[in-house]
């Protein structure tokens, strides 16, 4: 059982779109993180979201913590090539161990 | 900063073999994570160590694993002997955990393993 489903599996986009992956739990988390992996390397960490509503922007990218603290969303305007990866979010439990969803796979065409 | 610093990055061994990975953590970090990541599994936890002191191994797969973890700045994940079911990529990752509570994980570039 999964306990942070992320959707879609996978999205193959044109340039210049917009894109919103999801990361849904039933459960709570004390905060949430976003990391993109590129072919060959490891995860990298784009955020971390702590507060419920809470909304953070990295350039083209937004995320958002839901109220309730149980689901998040990334939503990227304007998608570009260098967008491509695999995304990742990561819901913290206050313990050492975060809970991985299985990835969205984003592939930008130019 | 180097980084986490994994190796070998490609290892390809035959069935019944043994195989060592290892994994140098960022200096001043005192919690390690090892996972594996395939295609259908996604990113599993294999085992945590806090203080060098493994804390959580319910994610290793069977007794074919085990991990150690020396000192502060060196970690192995060994497996004995390996099977073609092993194949995956095997990521080491340190975290400057204070105590319960997420901290941002620092991944290492992984190994990837092929087991004919």
């Known amino acids: 059982t999964q306990l942070l489903e992320q959707s879609p599996q996978f999205l193959s986009i044109q340039e210049g779109e917009n894109l919103t992956v999801y990361c849904n739990s039933s459960s709570v988390f004390s905060s949430l993180q976003w990391y993109r992996q590129e072919p060959g390397e490891g995860p990298v960490l784009l955020v971390t979201v702590v507060t419920g509503g809470e909304v953070k922007k990295l350039k083209r990218l937004t995320f958002q913590f839901g109220d309730a603290r149980k689901d998040s969303s990334l939503h990227i305007t304007a998608a570009q090539p260098g967008d491509t990866g695999l995304y990742l979010c990561?819901?913290?439990?206050?313990?050492?161990?975060?809970?991985w969803g299985a990835g969205t796979k984003l592939i930008i065409k130019p | 900063d180097a980084g986490v610093i994994q190796s070998p990055r490609h290892e390809v061994t035959e069935m019944g073999q043994e195989v060592t990975l290892r994994c140098k953590p960022i200096?001043?970090?005192?919690?390690l994570f090892w996972y594996r990541q395939t295609m259908m599994r996604g990113l599993e936890l294999l085992i945590y160590f806090n203080n060098n002191v493994p804390i959580d191994d319910s994610g290793m797969p069977e007794d074919r694993f085990s991990a150690k973890m020396p000192n502060a700045s060196f970690s192995t994940l060994k497996i004995q002997p390996s099977e073609p079911r092993d194949s995956a990529v095997y990521f080491c990752a340190s975290t400057r955990l204070a105590g319960p509570g997420g901290e941002t994980q620092y991944f290492g570039p992984g190994t990837r393993l092929l087991v004919l």
């Open positions: 990561a819901g913290d439990r206050s313990n050492y161990q975060l809970i």
């Open positions: 200096s001043g970090h005192n919690s």
